[in-house]
């Protein structure tokens, strides 16, 4: 079932889009992210990763507020931040959160206005996410959680200069990370960047658990 000590209005949108029940990981991981702990999590596609993380920053930042960036979620590809963003539109519906991404292979330009103008939650690529953070236009002492998805593509040994520089710049952050396998950057970064070294796995692929979705 649906955890009933998530943000209210969160909960009535969840329900009318069909989400009655909640996968294993979800059940696990939704908590423990609430409650502001590190996380890691190893589980197959299809058990609810990418929607544990919505769920979770729509729960903690609610609203709008200010114009910095309060989450930072990096993914391995374009296709993935429209992905992730839709996610939060479809469930965020109630919320003014104002979500843009920031990938490799869209203008720079507008990307930096649209992020530096305001921004709650911004979803992108290593390399993007460095270059506007090097232009200014990427604001992250006010994040509060910096989740990454699909990890074990986003941290290996070509990004991990620029998930390196990022982490750094937001030791405070509440770190969350996702992966289907757990590698050896996926162990460097845990050691180096988390408050914690428990890694959950969940191995049962629950990819049928409608509507979960990954």
Known sequence: MINE?????????????????????EQICIPRIKSGRDLMCIAPKGTGKTISIVVSVLHRLKASLNDVPRALVVVPNKDKALEMKAEFERLGEYTDLRINTACDNEKIDDQKDKVYMGSDVVIGTPKRLNQLYSLYALNLASIRIFAIDDAESVIKNINYPQIDRLSESMPKAQKVVFASEFTEWLERFSNEFMNTQEVIEIEENEADAEPSEE
Do not use: N, P
């Not at 943000?7 to 294993?24: P, R």
């Open 5 to 25: 000590k998530l943000d209210k209005q969160l909960i009535e949108v969840l329900k009318e889009k069909g989400f009655t029940e909640s996968t294993e990981l």
